[in-house]
């Protein structure tokens, strides 16, 4: 698939000066000078630094450099539109915007408009116009109109280094997984704190990484907006009418102080897959929807699967009285980030046009690391089931109390956890956890009287949980009456294991084989839960787990995910999409 | 043994009215409606009780027979004294004071505080002066003179009431066991909380409580007075010039919403033993002393011991400036009781005086109630050796980290549990206990990184325990490596185990197979530590252990003793006192 006719990164890397110069003069429009002096920060690891270096170039220059560089910019809409007398490039993104077509009237007002800001500021009005309409661009236009002269300047440059960065993933291409990762670890500056990566959802951070996305989404060609409840949703249409949809995606949000990839690689996997696949020629069958998940973790108001639950109709309209910590509203935080809460129940699609859900996420455990695989196919996603346990035994005396006269409590804590370790170890994806344990008041000389703890038991079918925890149940029955300790369970969650589609598991399965050369896939369930399995109840789903590294760490600053493994998924995920057919 | 001639308290019981009366009618100095009046009351379970409805008649009577029972009795060395004309009980009491022997300034000076008072107050100054020398009745009297008239008949009832106890003690006897529990029952009352026993060294509650033994001691024969330290110490003198010394006792403070037994059944029952040998006649060729150790649990100061570690000659004075935790040092906290700090290294008692060491306690575990046996003789005081143990592995996702991939340090937890209690079981007197266990900051969906417990291993042999702490150090080890956590222990506390005198151990079960008729007698360690540990270093000490009732429950309300146990250790110690051989 090395039909992508850009330009490598690493061969800008490589080039003489005259040569980056040369390939690169476009991206700022009829500013060559930009490029010349960005050769000489060379190499560039990703895209997204080469285009910092030559904006560093633009903010380093002279005032006189940047109103040059701005004025060098075409009025939208204007005379040299009209004369044909725009670069390429700018033909190119004012027809995007529908500029092309303007009535009569909206031609009127452009010019009336254009004539005012460039008196009001000296320079022509510059909007990276991708994503825009005739009508945004107007209601753009006037809200600038009121901006200061003092701020326009800098306003207009960063509109041109957005255009930059269109363009360039128009010139440039990189490896998926360089492409990746950058955009991942560029996301981590928008935070709800400053020393961690803490994105909660409709947060002013969360809000900027829904523009971040939308923008990546529309360089990559895909059709971009976020909706009524804050997903970022973007559509490479096939054109072919009627054409069924395969959604692919994962959540923006993050949990507090949280990792740089859990989520947003299955976001921005199928944005670099998707930039890959329109350069390189391919054109789908069906169509092709990316969804950020605005709401996974559910940190804000405590319910998990905001975002994905709208797509699949499950929306709980109650929630939108629920309030966050600061007595905010869900409504009030919707319409606070410009979202229209009434849209919410349009979003739901119809089952009937698609084809299936394919989530790409970092596994957030240890086995493929452990295995020293990249990529695992998803079986299935665990139930879980949970208990609250509190043992009363009786208390005594350390010293006093023979062995074989104690009922101590802590001792049959100890039993049911190394109990439930024995019972889940050995069954593929069955996993028992003792998460708190604790003695309440304990004291070095006295024998516990009480204790408290929880247990949780996942396992990838139903059937191997339940056998689990009947047979954990039971033991702990029977541990209670040889120890003579009263043990008191309530459960405080269950919930079912949802399978993965084979449909998509065996084309998963396939296109591994197919990019690794390996013959032998490694299928495995997850342990957390994911928005798949909302979806699931939509349409068929299936997910593609990318190891984790440092231990399998996730949740944490130190979860890591590296650039060949992002890669390996990425050719992966292109081999699926591009084999998979359409009904 | 019953050769005591006073009338039993069930006899009194069961008599008829008029030879109830009769029997009580000296009781009260010359006031017989006294006795007359409580025979409606009966039956009385204690002499306690006896006394408190005799002294409840006297308070329900009018103010003039209040004054009448007052005037009833004779001026201290007064006329009546000089002329004989005082009744048995009146000079028994006199001559125990030293007043009998007054020299002629004594005597004129008695003369004008009896006249002062009498002036002052219209009625005889009375005083309870078992306990008193002719210099202590003279401040007493002093005193009492610059009393409030309003107050001072209430102060001449309750000395009253005190003659009455001396006086019931020496006309009526009732079992040992009723003796000690209602003795150590009346002590409640003393606490420095409304609803629970607590007896903090040199507190109001624990000075009124040494008051109190000092009376019982009295009472019973012995000469009494408090020491230094706060110790209560009883001498019954056998009147041999060089005579050895046995001391028996243990300590009257408590711990927190402690129980009414433990310490004080060991200073109660020698009392009670002590009263019935006289009264039976018995004359030991030792001297006896009891002593009540004012601190043993450190509650104040944090201090064990310091009543038997005064005994013993090792009480450091540096001690004196620790504070407790209002700021109180320990010698303003003397000085505040009346005592002198600078007496207590001439406390220390020389070893060559003494023949030993008896201790009487509860149990304070449930092995003698397990076993349906009332007493077991201590065969040693276990040391006792504690480690805090943190244990540190990986935390985790506990739905993704598969089990066989996990560092989970709770589970190392319970295994270090499970074996401390398997490597203990079955061993004679080894216990070991983890007392304290906790995840910190634990939650249900996290396999514990973290991991802190206790561990308290406790043998009668030193060696014992040594071979059980280093088996359990070496799977500590093991379980860390096996894991792949990372185990420290830090060890707090390590005491030699303190074995107990061959000589007593032999006495007290051929004691207890003279009295029980049984053959076999139980020997068991003592798991807590008891003020015999330090009286160890000082002489051969031994302990009796006495069933502990409701599951061998201690140091707490619950904590229990039956009257029958109690009744059958007296007879126990009776036994091995009179069979005592001083060399």
């Given amino acids: ?52 270096a030559m904006q560093a170039v633009v903010l380093a220059a002279t005032t006189d450099e940047q109103l040059a560089l701005v004025r060098a910019h075409p009025e939208l809409a204007g005379k040299a539109a009209v004369r044909g007398e725009l670069t390429a490039e700018s033909t190119r993104e004012q027809a995007g915007a529908g500029l092309s077509e303007c009535s009569a009237e909206e031609f009127a007002r452009l010019q009336t408009l254009n004539s005012d800001y460039n008196t009001r500021f000296g320079f022509p009005f ?13 209601r753009a236009f006037e809200q600038r109109l009121r901006n200061e002269p003092a701020d326009e300047l800098a306003t207009a440059l960063a509109q041109i280094e957005r255009i930059a960065e269109f363009r360039l993933a128009e010139r440039v291409r990189e490896p998926m997984g360089e492409s990746i990762l950058a955009m991942a670890d560029h996301l981590r500056q928008y935070s709800d704190d400053a020393d961690a990566l803490s994105c909660t959802y409709l947060g002013a951070a969360h809000r900027a990484t829904a523009q971040r996305l939308c923008d990546w989404m529309r360089a990559a060609g895909l059709q971009a907006q976020i909706d009524a409840i804050g997903n970022v949703v973007g559509r490479w249409s096939c054109g072919r009418p009627n054409a069924k949809t395969l959604l692919m995606g994962s959540h923006y949000d993050t949990v507090v102080n949280g990792g740089a990839y859990d989520g947003r690689l299955g976001i921005l996997l199928p944005i670099a897959v998707v930039e890959h696949l329109r350069h390189s020629g391919v054109r789908l069958d069906y169509d092709l929807e990316i969804i950020g998940f605005g709401d996974e973790e559910g940190v804000r108001f405590g319910s998990t699967y905001l975002g994905s639950r709208a797509i699949t109709g499950q929306f709980d309209s109650g929630l939108l009285d629920r309030q966050d910590a600061d007595g905010i509203s869900l409504r009030a935080a919707l319409l606070g980030a410009g979202l229209d809460p009434q849209a919410i129940p349009a979003l739901a699609r119809d089952p009937e046009s698609l084809l299936g859900y394919l989530e790409v996420h970092i596994e957030q455990g240890p086995q493929l690391l452990d295995e020293d695989l990249p990529l695992g196919v998803v079986t299935a996603i665990n139930g879980s089931q949970r208990f609250l346990i509190q043992i009363e035994g009786t208390a005594g005396h350390a010293g006093t109390v023979p062995m074989h006269l104690r009922h101590d409590a802590a001792a049959a804590a100890a039993e049911i956890l190394l109990h439930t370790e024995k019972r889940c170890a050995g069954v593929a994806g069955l996993v028992g956890t003792v998460g708190r344990l604790q003695v309440p008041g304990g004291a070095v000389n006295v024998i516990p009287g009480r204790c408290e703890l929880s247990l949780d038991v996942r396992a990838p079918e139903d059937a191997t949980r339940d056998a689990a925890v009947a ?36 084309a998963l399965a396939d296109s591994i084989r197919r990019v690794t050369g390996r013959d032998a896939v490694r299928q495995l369930a997850s342990g957390a839960g994911h928005d798949a399995v909302p979806i699931a109840a939509l349409t068929q789903a299936g997910m593609l787990f990318v190891r984790c590294g440092n231990g399998g760490i996730s949740h944490h600053p130190d979860e890591t995910l590296s650039v060949l493994d992002a890669d390996v998924a990425a050719l992966v995920v292109a081999d699926f999409l591009v084999r998979l057919e359409a009904p």
């Fill in 1 to 52: 698939m090395n039909t992508d006719p850009r330009i490598e990164l690493g061969a800008l890397n490589r080039a003489a000066a005259a040569e980056f110069s040369a390939q690169l003069a476009g991206i700022y429009e009829h500013s060559p000078w930009i490029a010349e002096r960005t050769a000489a920060a060379r190499p560039f690891s990703s895209r997204l630094e080469l285009l910092a």
């Fill in 126 to 138: 510059v909007l990276a116009v991708k994503g825009h309409d005739r009508a945004s661009v107007l």
């Fill in 471 to 506: 047979d954990l149940l039971a033991e702990i029955e029977r541990i209670g009456a040889r120890r003579g300790v009263r043990i008191e369970l309530e459960e405080v969650l269950k919930g079912a294991a949802t399978p993965c589609a084979p449909m998509i598991r065996q």
